[in-house]
Nanobody, 127 residues
Framework: QVQLVESGGGLVQAGGSLRLSCAAS????????MGWFRQAPGKEREFVAA????????YYADSVKGRFTISRDNAKTTAYLQMNSLKPEDTAVYYC????????????????????WGQGTQVTVSS
């Protein structure tokens, strides 16, 4: 059974940084794209970033490009989201996600492209 557990959320002032982690278990981590999504109150869940199985390809939402960096450590079966220059509009619950199929493309930004989800971690950015 695939399990994804996020950590690293918290309260930070605008302009600050946080690093989220997503620890995965239950299958061969290195075969699967990993994604990060977020959901603000009253809004739909939206794509943030994705990284390919090897780490060689990444893809970002325009709203976070240049500020956020997605990475992974296959030996530690963990994905990361480094968030810099945070803005109040980045406030949301952040979820990591993984598809059921191996070797999927990073450009799939839909929630339907992912089958496994973590419980989420709250990120709050104060102005």
């Amino acid at each position: 059974q695939v399990q994804l557990v996020e950590s690293g959320g918290g309260l930070v002032q605008a302009g600050g940084s946080l690093r989220l982690s997503c620890a995965a278990s239950g299958r061969a981590f290195s075969m699967y794209t990993m994604g990060w999504f977020r959901q603000a109150p009253g809004k739909e869940r939206e794509f943030v970033a994705a990284i390919s199985w090897s780490g060689g390809s990444t893809y970002y939402a325009d709203s976070v490009k240049g500020r956020f960096t997605i990475s992974r450590d296959n030996a530690k079966t963990t994905a990361y989201l480094q968030m810099n220059s945070l803005k109040p509009e980045d406030t949301a619950v952040y979820y990591c996600a993984a598809p059921q199929r191996a070797y999927t493309i990073v450009q799939d930004t839909t929630t339907g492209g992912y089958d496994y989800w973590g419980q989420g971690t709250q990120v709050t950015v104060s102005s």
